[in-house]
Structures are given as C-alpha cells and as structure tokens.
C-alpha cells in the first residue's frame, strides 16, 4: 500500500551537495560553567589573534562557497573585542559569497553584552544572535555556574532589543535536580514573556568531561522529563511560540535556517577548533586541542564518506525530529516492517504523503531511531 522510489532520493539529495552553511568555533571563554562539555579554551584570550590568523587560513580551503546562513558559536564568541570581530567578519566575507539574506548568528553569553558591544555586533552584519540564558531562577543559574543571573539575563535581552536586533533566540534549559513542575513553569513562563522569536530547549545531561560528572548527581527519571517537556510545549504555544522541531520552537517564520540544513541533510563547512564539517559526501572533524589547531598544518583529525544508504537514513532521522517530518517516499523499502509497526502503536502518523513522529513518538525518537537503524 505505501512506499517508495529511491531514484527520486538520489535526485533531493544531490541539491544538497554543496555546502550553503558556515560554523564557525570560536573556543574562548572565561570559566568553565559546570554542566559545560563543549570544546573550549579557559583563559586563553592572549591567543584570540593567532586562532583568527589559523581560522583565515582554514576558511581559504572552502573559498568561494555561496552560503545562506552562518553561524559564530562556541565558546563565548561574544568575548571578542570590536576588532577582533571585525577581522571574523571580514575573513568570512572575503573568503565566501553570502546571500543577500543570508542569516547571520553570533552566540552571546548575557553578561558580555552591554550597549558598546551590541552596538559593535549589529554594526558588523549579524542578523541574529543565540543568548545563553539558560534559566531565569537565579537558584539554578548559580547551581549550572553561570556567570550572570536572571536581572542580568533580562537586561542583556533588552539591549539586544533597543540596539535592533530583531530575530533573537534564547536558551532555556530544564530537567534539574529536584526542579519541581511548578518552578519549570514558571521559568518557562518567564522566558517565554521576553518574546524572543526562537527558543532552543535542552535537557540537563551529565557529560563525561563536565564538571557535574564527577559529583555523581541523580538526575530525573525519564517520566518526569516527559512530563516537563509537554508542559514546555504548552506554555510555549500560548504565547504564540511553536514548536517545529523536538528541541526548537519560534515565531511563525522565524525558524533557524542555519539548524534546518542540518536536519535537511544540507552540507556545511566547519571551521575552527573542534568544529565539525559535511561536504559532499564526507563528513570531517578537527582537533579539539588548541594547541594542535594553531600549530598543525592539517586540523582535520578525523573523517568518514558516507555511503547513499547512510545518508538516507540520516535525512529519514533527522527528519522525524522536524514537525513536518519527512517524504515518506524516501525511506528504504527494508524499514516498510518497522514503519508500519509504528504507525499502529502511535508513534508516528502519516499525514498525505509526510511521515510525522508524534507527540508520543518523540518522546522516544532516540529509540525509534535506534531501531529504524
Ligand atoms: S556553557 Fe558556554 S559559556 Fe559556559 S563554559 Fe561552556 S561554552 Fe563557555
């Protein structure tokens, strides 16, 4: 009854060969927040201006790309001074082509932005920027190791706003020790008030090489997270911010373009310490140690072609976390089986020719995944 030509796959999937997105690592911070894994670099800012001489060096082995979006994370990118921003920007505009609408983010942690800095960021082009808040209760900012609490996280929002910035996305974290229902819904109710018109969501997870994992927490069990992630939704729909994929919600039209080519299965260039990279078939990582990306020749450290199958696959996963889920002409006839035994015990739903997850199924896509696998 359903399924599938994959002579039609082949055809979506080379559209995407060439990379249109650009992300770009810049590693420094000031401390290291507590629940932090991310590839960064303490107390390191007296070599800011050799990272950006190896990044302009690395940046001119994907020259002339075309790009849509770019993305500045990190790290605390927002630790750069005016110039050494300007040099960012001025290597990525001389090495690519951007679009005229080409979406421009920069990562900002909120107690490194104050009007001088703002202004300087919206001088240089970005278009949008990703505010770290992570919590407005200042109990839970304290217990993550932030460095600003909630009137600081406020206030850094509000300069954004009276500066220009006009498409700002907040971070909001949840699933703390002993965080009860009400005090989430309160934080969400708080952030959900700033109107920003993107919001990312993640869940408090204990990374190996965080500083939480050598303390043994407890975290929730996974029924209460559940609980607290269809609340989240909830809030977050009355005031007019929707869901579109399992982690990240916005304003209608406000969808991050740069995170929607990676669930696309878009290629992208990454560069800097750690960054990872997905062009043409191959799909690349460099060194995650400062030392080796500003000295090496090569910083590639690993990478892995990726056969048809695989990226069907990857496109069929990644998919199903979008709201909008995926064609269901791409998936493999072998996965038919599977599928079908979803869709009868609810986890996923076919609406017209799209294969969506459903509220049920995605609060256990990693197993589905898993299994479609
Ligand atoms: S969470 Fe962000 S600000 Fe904190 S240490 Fe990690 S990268 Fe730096």
């Not at 300087?120 to 839970?140: A, E, H, P, W």
């Not at 900012?141 to 910035?165: E, M, P, S």
């Not at 009860?180 to 997870?205: F, G, N, P, Q």
């Not at 889920?325 to 035994?341: A, D, H, N, R, T």
Request: contains cysteine; charged residues 25%; hydrophobic residues 40%.
């Amino acid at each position: 009854m359903l399924f599938f030509k994959r002579i039609f796959v082949v055809g979506v999937l080379k559209n995407f060969m060439k990379p249109q997105a650009l992300y770009i690592h810049i590693p420094f911070c000031s401390h290291k927040c507590l629940f932090c894994s991310f590839v960064i670099a303490i107390a390191q800012t007296h070599r800011i201006e050799d990272y950006l001489n190896r990044l302009e060096k690395e940046a001119k082995s994907h020259q002339g790309a075309r790009l849509e979006s770019v993305y500045i994370g990190g790290g605390t990118p927002s630790m750069l001074s005016f110039e050494q921003l300007k040099r960012l920007m001025t290597i990525i505009r001389t090495q690519y082509i951007l679009s005229d609408d080409c979406e421009l983010t920069m990562e900002a942690n909120p107690e490194g932005i104050d009007e001088v800095k703002a202004a300087v960021i919206k001088s240089l082009g970005i278009n949008r920027i990703s505010l770290g808040v992570q919590s407005l209760d200042d109990r839970y900012l304290k217990f993550l190791g932030r460095k600003h609490d909630a009137a600081r996280a406020v206030a850094a929002y509000n300069i954004l706003r009276q500066t220009g910035f006009e498409n700002i996305n907040l971070d909001l974290m949840y699933a703390f020790p002993s965080q009860t229902r009400e005090e989430l819904k309160r934080d969400v109710r708080a952030i959900a008030s700033l109107r920003s018109e993107h919001l990312s969501l993640y869940t408090l997870t204990i990374e190996p090489n965080s500083r939480f994992h050598a303390s043994a927490m407890k975290l929730d069990d996974e029924e209460t997270i559940a609980e607290g992630y269809l609340d989240v939704i909830s809030i977050l729909r009355e005031y007019g911010i929707h869901q579109y994929e399992i982690s990240n919600f916005s304003k209608k039209g406000f969808q991050s373009r740069h995170n929607q080519n990676y669930w696309l299965g878009g290629r992208y260039i990454g560069l800097g310490m750690g960054a990872h990279g997905f062009v043409g078939h191959r799909r690349y990582w460099n060194t995650s140690k400062l030392q080796d990306y500003l000295n090496q020749e090569e910083v590639i450290e690993g990478f892995e072609d990726l056969s048809e199958e695989t990226l069907i696959m990857e496109r069929v996963l990644f998919g199903l976390r979008m709201n909008e889920g995926i064609e269901l002409q791409i998936l493999p006839s072998s996965k038919k089986g599977i599928v079908e035994g979803f869709l009868k015990e609810g986890f996923l739903v076919l609406e017209g020719p799209r294969l969506k997850a459903t509220n049920k199924g995605r609060l256990v896509l990693d197993e589905l995944s898993a299994r479609l696998i």
